[in-house]
T-cell receptor, first 109, second 114 residues
Framework: QQPVQSPQAVILREGEDAVINCSSS?????VHWYRQKHGEAPVFLMI?????EQKGHEKISASFNEKKQQSSLYLTASQLSYSGTYFC??????????FGQGTILTVHP | DVKVTQSSRYLVKRTGEKVFLECVQD?????MFWYRQDPGLGLRLIYF???????EKGDIPEGYSVSREKKERFSLILESASTNQTSMYLC?????????????FGDGTRLSIL
């Protein structure tokens, strides 16, 4: 079952912060975050494993709440380069992922 | 850097044709994946392979088959293309370690079925 991402879309001005949530109706054991810029391949940002978190980038971090079965991606002091579609992926077995529907982030000057 | 290469960026085919989408990775990854990407639906897994000649159905396998004869190459086959298979197709690969290996994606093939 697909995790649910919220919001579906967000519009920011440079320097503003954003939070993207990823919720699952079943237990989460690992969460991957990816960003896809228009016309490009999705690019890996970070992985969060049960019982811990792994930060992949300086101003982009994430948390993992096992009890709430939710992960959140935090984008701080957004830059134009942050624009794109963000996907969370729920780890299932043998490295497979079930992705959310995506959150479109647009950063304006 | 990991390189995942998909054979075509754009492809136009006709209804009923047999269509082959090819994907090659150069990092000796055990796992390879085929996804379909549609607006508002995210990335949906079509098929997954964890070793040569091994395959497993994903969430939307109907109308598709796959082939993995060599470790570096994973092919997606549309047996008889239909207009509802018009979509963006993404290939990905990763090491097989259970949960903490990132997937690396190709640039995608935008397939139109007329």
């Amino acid at each position: 079952q697909q995790p649910v991402q919220s919001p579906q879309a967000v519009i920011l001005r440079e320097g503003e912060d954003a939070v993207i949530n990823c919720s699952s109706s079943k237990a989460l054991y690992s969460v991957h975050w990816y960003r896809q810029k228009h016309g490009e391949a999705p690019v890996f940002l970070m992985i969060l494993l049960k019982g811990g978190e792994q930060k992949g980038h300086e101003k982009i971090s994430a948390s993992f709440n096992e009890k709430k079965q939710q992960s959140s991606l935090y984008l701080t002091a957004s830059q134009l380069s942050y624009s794109g579609t963000y996907f969370c992926g729920k780890g299932t077995s043998y490295g497979k992922l079930t992705f959310g529907q995506g959150t479109i982030l647009t950063v304006h000057p | 850097d990991v390189k995942v290469t998909q054979s075509s960026r754009y492809l136009v085919k006709r209804t009923g044709e047999k269509v082959f989408l090819e994907c090659v990775q150069d990092m000796d990854h055990e796992n390879m994946f085929w996804y379909r990407q549609d607006p508002g639906l995210g990335l949906r897994l079509i098929y997954f392979s964890y070793d040569v000649k091994m395959k497993e159905k994903g969430d939307i396998p109907e109308g598709y088959s796959v082939s993995r004869e060599k470790k570096e190459r994973f092919s997606l086959i549309l047996e008889s293309a239909s207009t509802n298979q018009t979509s963006m197709y993404l290939c990905a690969s990763s090491f097989r370690d259970r949960d903490n290996q990132p997937q690396h994606f190709g640039d995608g093939t935008r397939l139109s079925i007329l």
